[in-house]
């Protein structure tokens, strides 16, 4: 039972677009809600976070909307740059301080 | 400020074995978690320890165990290898329990089961 889904494995953008990654969960219990960004042979680092009482949360080029009624959440990045070419992970955290990920979106920035 | 260290890097394993993996968080870090992430299932939560004590587990069998010691270091070990349990296991540090603190993960110890 996947608590927190990532329907889409890849996404590609041309460079100086917006990327949009999506992300549905199921428990309505999740009370936070975070991005982590990964690179081959690194570990995921962190991006932005947004709690379930907020619904945007802003950083420079980050944006998080969290939908609670329709239990998602998306990460815009604009302008996408080169750099942002990485796998993407949805994480939520429940009351228990339980962070469950998604499977990842793999973006590809296209020149 | 160091990061998030994890050893080995690279372990080669023959199943029926068993592999001991070792993380140690930032420095003030008291939260450290687990996670297995392989290519179908992306990253999945193994535990999470906290002062020494497990405040959480995930679905893994009773196989998959850790603990944490006194200096917030923590180890991770697998018994009895199975081939799936090939993966890259990913160690995160936070200064509070994960939930909604940022965490840190090392590099990951990719372990190989032949």
């Known amino acids: 039972d996947q608590q927190v889904k990532q329907n889409s494995p890849s996404l590609s953008v041309q460079e100086g677009r917006i990327s949009i990654l999506n992300c549905d969960y199921t428990?309505?219990?999740?009370?936070?809600f975070l991005w982590y960004k990964k690179y081959p042979a690194e570990g995921p680092t962190f991006l932005i976070s947004i709690s379930s009482i907020k619904d945007k949360n802003e950083d420079g080029r980050f944006t998080v909307f969290l939908n609670k009624s329709a239990k998602h959440l998306s990460l815009h990045i604009v302008p996408s740059q080169p750099g942002d070419s990485a796998v993407y992970f949805c994480?939520?955290?429940?009351?228990?301080?339980?962070?469950?990920f998604g499977k990842g979106t793999r973006l590809h920035i296209l020149p | 400020k160091a990061g998030v260290t994890q050893t080995p890097r690279y372990l080669i394993k023959t199943r029926g074995q068993q592999v001991t993996l070792s993380c140690s968080p930032i420095s003030g870090h008291r939260s450290v978690s687990w996670y297995q992430q392989t290519p179908g299932q992306g990253l999945q939560f193994l535990f999470e320890y906290f002062s020494e004590t497990q405040r959480n587990k995930g679905n893994f069998p009773g196989r998959f165990s850790g603990r944490q010691f006194s200096n917030s270091r923590s180890e991770m070990n697998v018994s009895t290898l199975e081939l799936g349990d090939s993966a890259l296991y990913l160690c995160?540090?936070?200064?509070?329990?994960?939930?909604?603190?940022?965490?840190?993960f090392g590099q990951g110890t990719r372990l190989t089961v032949v």
């Open positions: 994480a939520a955290s429940d009351l228990d301080d339980k962070i469950i």
């Open positions: 995160a540090s936070s200064s509070l329990p994960s939930g909604d603190t940022e965490a840190f």
């Open positions: 428990n309505s219990m999740f009370d936070y």
